[in-house]
């Protein structure tokens, strides 16, 4: 089974997506610690787990997918719970009082992706899926 975890393609694309992701969801999460935010102890300390190891997984390329699938989850709990009732649109023009939900839902569109490929080339997941068929071979 972690075996499957692993599993990646060679894909450079699968890359860009991957590090830009971890980056934002990275440096997202530093943010979080310097905002006061109004979330339950117990639910801020799982949207920080994710955030930040999902964020480090994904620059890594480690359990790529299984980090991709926890910011994924973040995100839909933040469309229903944040963004939703603002609509679809950032608030590009400051007229309302926080954002749509459209960064949460390309960040979905991201994970799905990651999840469905794999963290791709350049990856500690391609090289661990590599060595372990070398192993079994």
């Not at 963004?83 to 839902?105: D, I, R």
């Not at 490929?117 to 990856?123: F, I, T």
Request: charged share 10%; proline share 2%; glycine share 10%.
């Amino acid at each position: 089974m972690f075996r499957s975890l692993m599993r990646t393609t060679d894909d450079l694309t699968m890359t860009i997506l991957r590090l830009v992701l971890g980056v934002v969801f990275f440096a997202h999460t530093i943010d979080f610690f310097t905002q006061q935010m109004h979330i339950p102890g117990p639910f801020a300390l799982l949207v920080i787990d994710a955030e930040f190891f999902g964020g480090i997984g994904l620059i890594l390329g480690l359990l790529g997918q299984v980090a991709a699938f926890g910011i994924a989850c973040n995100m839909v709990v933040a469309i229903c719970m944040v963004h939703w009732h603002l609509g679809l649109f950032a608030n590009w023009s400051g007229t309302q009082k926080g954002e749509g939900f459209e960064y949460p839902l390309l960040a979905i569109a991201v994970t799905l992706a990651i999840m469905i490929e794999g963290s791709g080339a350049l990856s500690l997941d391609r090289v661990l899926s590599k060595s372990s068929d070398t192993w079994q071979s």
